[in-house]
């Protein structure tokens, strides 16, 4: 962890360093022009002017060596001041205190009110001064305006103005003309994120307002299964308190970012059990901006099913690897079919298990190495648009193959 103080003297050591550079490169640029210019009698000479002029080549050596001196002390200052930067971005951390004061007027509490017996309640966070708020769409469901409570008690109605059922993502808007309590809270890069890394996660548990708990991220780039039949790709899975009412609150960096907003639990008893989940930031970053401009977001979608290769299918199909995933099915009219993507027709059952005998098993997407079908949604969602191409390196009948697929938007 960093003081104030330390960062502080980090950027004095890196303003010091640029001004020392300029003052040696001030320097040696007046000394070179003094030597450069040529004196007689009648005629001072530019250096223009002393072009074609005999001179001396050892003097003219000098000038050239001095000049890679002062190309060779930037690149060092340059390097000085990179150092710096990343131990200042890397080292700046905040106490769990420091970052709940910091956040607490920025997260809110969401209310659905359907009826006397069918309301809910969870959480969200504020994503722009204009009043936009991020939650979860389980916790707004289908309702068009919900309430929202800040910190400190005041309360205000909310459009539901774009929703993902998908990638469970919700955005609602106050209707208000008084928006001096929208205090965003910054997004950060959930792509930097290490698994062992500490986290704070703030919502509403259980309707308890302004509750924070903490954790470490546990792991990340997990699949999680939604109701609508598409899973949640790239998820972060963390063991800082998650119960209901959490949902749709932020999961916070120790740098005060947010990283994830809270989704789900992993539980047999509805609560807390030490497994929860979180949407990346960078989804939101892509995904958030497009429901506020546009309602919804237009997922890429491929058309395959299929099965990630295990040890033993990759054994009957003679595979060198257990990496891979094998497409059981093409769909109709879908990207894959017009690419030319084959699905399996044929079956072998051993020990009671049915194994595909023939297929594609992709291997790799634009260049990158396909373990399991996770890295591929994971790549669509993070890379991939509705109408973006998208290279397919398929293993068939023994021969690799590219298949050049054409994006379209997912079917409902």
């Not at 509403?204 to 546990?218: E, K």
Request: aromatic content about 4%; cysteine-free.
């Amino acid at each position: 962890m960093i003081n104030n103080g330390t960062i502080v003297v980090g950027a004095i050591a890196a303003v010091a360093l640029i001004f020392s550079f300029f003052v040696y490169l001030d320097s040696n640029m007046e000394s070179m022009s003094d030597e450069i210019e040529i004196t007689n009698e009648n005629h001072t000479h530019s250096v223009d002017e002393v072009v074609g002029m005999s001179q001396s080549i050892d003097g003219v050596a000098e000038r050239v060596d001095s000049f890679t001196e002062v190309v060779e002390r930037v690149e060092a200052v340059e390097k000085k001041i990179d150092s710096i930067v990343e131990i200042i971005e890397i080292d700046i951390e905040l106490t769990p205190t420091e970052i709940f004061k910091k956040s607490e007027e920025s997260v809110v509490q969401v209310n659905i009110l359907r009826g006397e017996k069918d309301g809910g309640v969870g959480s969200g966070f504020v994503y722009s001064e204009q009043g936009h708020i991020i939650t979860n769409q389980h916790v707004v469901k289908k309702a068009n305006k919900v309430t929202v409570t800040f910190l400190d008690g005041e309360s205000y109605i909310a459009n539901v103005i774009g929703r993902d059922q998908d990638l469970d993502i919700a955005v609602i808007k106050i209707d208000s003309n008084n928006l001096t309590q929208m205090k965003p809270i910054k997004i950060g890069d959930s792509s930097k994120l290490k698994v062992g890394e500490k986290i704070i996660a703030i919502g509403n548990p259980f309707g308890l307002s302004g509750s924070m708990t903490s954790g470490i991220i546990s792991q990340i780039g997990r699949l999680l299964p939604q109701e609508t039949g598409y899973s949640i790709p790239d998820v972060i899975q963390t063991d800082a308190a998650i119960n209901p009412g959490n949902s749709g609150g932020p999961l916070i960096n120790m740098k005060g970012e947010v990283v994830g907003i809270n989704t789900a639990i992993q539980s047999t008893t509805g609560e807390f059990t030490g497994i929860g989940f979180a949407v990346p930031s960078n989804t939101l970053k892509k995904v958030v901006p497009v429901l506020i401009g546009e309602g919804e977001f237009h997922h890429p979608w491929m058309g395959i099913s299929g099965t990630d290769v295990d040890p033993e299918l990759a054994k009957i199909r003679g595979l060198e690897s257990s990496k891979g995933f094998v497409v059981v099915s093409v769909i109709d009219g879908s990207p894959a079919e017009k690419a030319g993507m084959k699905g399996v027709l044929q079956t072998r059952e051993i020990d009671g298990r049915e194994f595909p005998v023939d297929g594609d098993i992709i291997l790799e997407v634009d260049g990158k190495t396909v373990r399991k079908i996770s890295d591929i949604l994971i790549h669509l969602q993070r890379e991939k648009h509705v109408g973006d191409e998208m290279i397919i390196t398929v293993l068939r009948t023994g021969i690799i193959i590219d298949l050049t697929m054409i994006l379209e938007e997912r079917p409902r």
